[in-house]
């Protein structure tokens, strides 16, 4: 989605396909429930925050007893999330490519955002943090660790995004679906989103060819569009610039390229050497476990 900012009096007009749009200057979203997380407990959180924002209170407990595999379950996806909103009601949308002006036409609509993001700069822990206001140059933020009113610059949430290569979570009621509709665009389509994806992967690679996450992203919007085997190349050369093992317990995507194109030997290596420090993860297992049997005949 092609949208450019320009500064109109106290609003902020986005162009959003060809149609100019006015935002306030700055919002701040209420009700915005914060709660400090425990162990690995970030997405249980952010059901808790999202949750409240549209009144339903639950628990960090109850959250994480149903949302993660064990006690110690390092990592709840984005679907899984979207899944466990969806228990109350709410609908979810789960994106790529976004961008700073994406998320002011959210918040300015009453949606707080839930991003992917890295912890901190040069962390490679995956984390989610909610987005619910903004001001000139800024953003407000929930962040389970951080705090409840974390403040980042544009260029530092932009930062911390490209590790999940603007991966958002919208979460609504049914009958507000025609307003994200309308602020997403063409990005409300999946497919389109993925062609999104894909030239702004192109665009984040020809920027920066030695990130092995804008790498990934392309990669990724390739599979999802179909092109396995240019995934499965795009993975590779991901693999060669220095992913960190933590990032295959995150991300499964590049043993789905693997698998679908047969190289099932590099699956059963790089599963093999996240399980040693991941073991009981079960998406690891299962990638694994598929590897093993395709060698086997």
């Known amino acids: 989605m092609a949208?450019?900012?320009?500064?109109?009096?106290?609003?902020?007009?986005?162009?959003?396909?060809?149609?100019?749009?006015?935002?306030?200057?700055?919002?701040t979203l209420k009700n915005i429930r914060h709660e400090y997380q425990g162990p690995d407990n970030c997405a249980p959180v952010t059901a808790l925050t999202i949750l409240g924002y549209y009144g339903t209170r639950i628990t960090q407990a109850q959250a994480a007893g149903t949302m993660k595999d064990f006690p110690g379950d390092p990592q709840v996806t984005s679907l899984e999330l979207a899944a466990y909103l969806g228990r109350f009601g709410l609908r979810s949308v789960i994106r790529y490519a976004g961008d700073p002006e994406l998320l002011r036409e959210l918040v300015s609509g009453g949606f707080p955002v839930v991003v992917q993001q890295r912890l901190r700069a040069g962390s490679n822990v995956a984390h989610f943090r909610t987005?619910?206001?903004?001001?000139?140059g800024r953003f407000l933020v929930s962040d389970p660790i951080r705090g409840p009113s974390l403040n980042l610059t544009t260029a530092e949430l932009q930062d911390l995004w490209r590790y999940y290569n603007g991966e958002y979570l919208v979460a609504y009621p049914p009958g507000k679906e025609g307003q994200v509709r309308e602020a997403l665009g063409e990005d409300f389509n999946v497919t389109a989103n993925w062609q999104h994806a894909k030239r702004h992967g192109e665009q984040d690679?020809?920027?920066?060819?030695?990130?092995?996450?804008?790498?990934?992203?392309?990669?990724?919007?390739?599979?999802?569009?179909?092109?396995?085997?240019?995934?499965?190349e795009q993975f590779d050369?991901?693999?060669?610039?220095?992913?960190?093992?933590?990032?295959?317990?995150?991300?499964?995507?590049?043993?789905?390229?693997?698998?679908?194109?047969?190289?099932?030997?590099?699956?059963?290596?790089?599963?093999?050497?996240?399980?040693?420090?991941?073991?009981?993860?079960?998406?690891?297992?299962?990638?694994?476990?598929?590897?093993?049997?395709?060698?086997?005949?």
């Open 131 to 136: 987005v619910y206001g903004y001001s000139a």
């Open 205 to 232: 690679v020809k920027a920066r060819p030695n990130d092995p996450y804008a790498c990934w992203g392309l990669a990724k919007a390739n599979l999802r569009l179909g092109n396995v085997k240019v995934a499965a």
């Open 3 to 27: 949208i450019r900012p320009f500064v109109v009096g106290s609003l902020v007009s986005l162009t959003l396909g060809g149609v100019a749009a006015a935002v306030p200057a700055s919002v």
């Open 237 to 297: 050369r991901a693999v060669q610039l220095g992913v960190p093992t933590i990032y295959y317990l995150y991300r499964q995507e590049a043993f789905e390229a693997w698998t679908q194109a047969g190289d099932h030997e590099q699956t059963l290596e790089l599963t093999n050497l996240a399980l040693k420090a991941y073991p009981q993860s079960k998406e690891l297992q299962r990638f694994r476990n598929l590897a093993r049997r395709a060698l086997e005949g």
